[in-house]
């Protein structure tokens, strides 16, 4: 898990809300289940939201494309549309 920050440092003394990104990736499977896959049933829902505007929905958009190539790369009857 990588948890980023949206800015660099806090004011001490004073409350303080901060906003992240948390990242959760998990580890490659081992070799040994490449071969079989299980079926896969993937859902993505990104919020469009005001609050996601700019950098935040972009990182998902981006994210998304990620997740459709790499699955498209291990899964070809999938697809992959980005």
Do not use: C, F, Y
């Amino acid at each position: 898990m990588i948890i980023t920050a949206r800015r660099p440092a806090l004011l001490a003394g004073h409350d303080n809300e901060l906003d992240v990104l948390v990242r959760i990736q998990a580890p490659d499977a081992p070799a040994e289940l490449a071969e079989a896959p299980n079926p896969l049933h993937l859902s993505l829902v990104i919020d469009r939201s005001g609050s996601m505007s700019g950098q935040p929905l972009d990182e998902a958009k981006r994210s998304r494309r990620v997740r459709a190539r790499r699955t498209a790369a291990h899964r070809p009857a999938l697809g992959g549309h980005v």
